[in-house]
């Protein structure tokens, strides 16, 4: 079945529901396949970002081992 053969079905499909509420469930999906995908940093994100990046350029990095390691020290004192 060709792109084109399958939106004429899809459409004829379409045209024949009268449930609004699967209607409005197609519209939501549909939505979010025309929706841009590229996510859009605020300013504190980007921030955040420069900021992570200057630390690994200046060598303040810790290995996840390490990380995983503070966290439960952390987590023991609460």
């Not at 053969?5 to 699967?22: A, P, T, V």
């Not at 469930?25 to 549909?30: E, F, P």
């Not at 810790?62 to 990380?67: A, F, K, M, V």
């Amino acid at each position: 079945m060709s792109t084109l053969e399958l939106k004429l079905e899809i459409f004829d499909k379409l045209k024949s529901i009268e449930d609004e509420g699967l209607l409005k469930k197609i519209m939501t999906l549909l939505k979010t396949v025309e929706e841009d995908k590229i996510y859009h940093l605020n300013e504190y994100e980007l921030n955040m970002v420069k900021e992570g990046e200057e630390d690994i350029k200046a060598g303040r990095v810790i290995s996840q081992e390490q990380l995983d390691k503070e966290d439960l020290e952390w987590l023991s004192k609460q």
